[in-house]
Every structure is written in C-alpha cells, then in structure tokens.
C-alpha cells in the first residue's frame, strides 16, 4: 500500500439509464451521445458531465463474495448512467431551461430513468493516477446498503475505510465515489419513462475504479487485497454491481463545454 492521495470533494448526481428495448440498443446509445448530449451540455452551471456508458454483456465482474449479491439480475441491467457535477448547489436551478427539454427528449431514447443525489461533499474524486494518465478500463460499481446497516455508518465504511484503502493500494488510475440520499421518485420524475424502484433494488453507493489496461484490472479484481476488502464489505453491503465500462465520455469539463466528447 502507498501513501495515501489527495481528495477533492464534489457536489454530484447519478442518473441511471435503461434505453428502449423496442428498437436497437446501439441507436439508443449512439442518440444519447449525439442529440441528447448536446442538450445537457448546454446546460449552465455544471462543473462537469460525463456519459458513462456500460458493455451489453454485463453479469457482474466483483469477485464472488459470501452474504453479498454480485451477479447482475438481468431484469435490473443499467445501460449507462449520466454523471453530473455542478458547480455550486445553485447550479441546480440554473438549468431549468435545457432540463426540461431533456426531460421532454428521454422517451426518444429511454425506458426508465432513476436519479441518486447527495449534498455537496458526498461525491469525491481520488487524486490516485499521474496527471494526463490515460485510464484504458474502467468499472462502476453499485453498492447496496444491508438493512441492518444505519446510513451513517454505511458512509462513513466507504469514506473512512473502504475507499482510503482503494486509494492507496497503488493500482487505480481513477476513483471516484458517491454515497447518495435516500432515493425519491420526486427529483427526477420525467413524462413517458418509467421511474420504479422497488426499496430492496435500490442503491446506497457508488465506486468508479480505472485502470491502465483490461489486464491490470483483472489482476486488481482477482488480488488477495481486494478478496479481503470485499469480506469487510460484505459486513454493510449486501450487493455489489459491478459493470464493465465501455465508454466514459466526457462533455463538460471544467465548466466549459467541450466541442467534442473525451474519451
């Protein structure tokens, strides 16, 4: 284990993305990156948005762990999810314009739409790879809280142990979590798409993990280190999703709209 990185933390959410299964999946991802992205991009206020778009073939890639569900039910697959992080909590209302135009553009390409919020704070980037290091895989992975776990102490396992000790292991390029408000149908509740979420399929946590190559993440996901974090894991989470990601498309950076997506 290194020495442990910096952290910058964030005001984010996480919109989850389910695209029509009554038309190919590749124009419903290839539309969402096209037409739909540029709405959101001219979006004021945002610090940064990111498309993450996730394989077809998605069964779950965290190791196996005793007490904790790791493979991916078909019926709840993501597709992708939309990473947005503001400015400021007054950027929420900055937007309302392009936001409803979004809203009135999800059924073009969307079946179902959840949005996971948390205050200022509650998402946090690691600062764990070189500057301008290319990050060649990624996984995303969502983390169910156990009922018997309070969310206080759930929070504070991500921030005070399990992602300090994803940091400083000297493996990842990227790492980024979010730890999310208890989920309400309310912040996102777009016409014509579906927004179920039955209380034992919902999410508590994030994690996106980047590594050099497929190669260095495989060795990451099979390491002893990792075997054994998930068994702490597994103590507070009883499900841990975690998809391959095929693309993170970056649109927004810096606050400024880029005139093409970054890979």
Not at 39 to 58: C, F, K, V, W
Not at 92 to 121: C, H, S, W
Request: aromatic share 10%; proline share 5%; glycine share 8%.
């Amino acid at each position: 284990m290194g020495k442990s990185p910096k952290v910058r933390k964030h005001f984010s959410s996480s919109i989850l993305l389910w695209v029509r299964n009554d038309q190919p999946r590749d124009r419903g991802m290839a539309y969402w990156k096209g037409p739909h992205s540029r709405i959101i991009s001219a979006t004021p206020g945002m610090e940064e948005y990111r498309q993450i778009h996730l394989a077809e073939d998605n069964r779950g890639v965290w190791p196996a762990t005793a007490g904790m569900e790791t493979v991916i039910p078909a019926a709840r697959k993501i597709d992708g999810v939309a990473e947005v992080t503001f400015k400021s909590i007054f950027s929420v209302f900055q937007g309302r314009k392009q936001t409803q135009m979004a809203y009135k553009d999800e059924i073009n390409l969307f079946r179902r739409t959840l949005l996971y919020l948390g205050p200022p704070g509650w998402s946090r980037w690691y600062e764990v790879g070189r500057p301008g290091e290319e990050v060649g895989s990624r996984v995303l992975v969502y983390l169910r809280r156990r009922d018997s776990v309070g969310a206080a102490a759930f929070r504070r396992f991500i921030n005070a142990e399990l992602a300090p000790a994803l940091a400083a292991s000297g493996l990842l390029k990227e790492l980024r979590t979010q730890t999310f408000l208890p989920w309400t149908r309310r912040l996102w509740d777009t016409p014509n798409v579906a927004h179920d979420n039955p209380a034992d399929q919902r999410f508590h946590a994030s994690l996106i993990l980047g590594f050099a190559d497929a190669a260095a993440q495989a060795a990451f996901l099979e390491s002893h280190e990792v075997s054994s974090l998930s068994r702490g894991l597994a103590r507070f989470a009883s499900a841990a999703h975690a998809y391959q990601v095929s693309e993170a498309l970056t649109f927004v950076k810096g606050g400024v709209a880029l005139p093409d997506d970054q890979e």
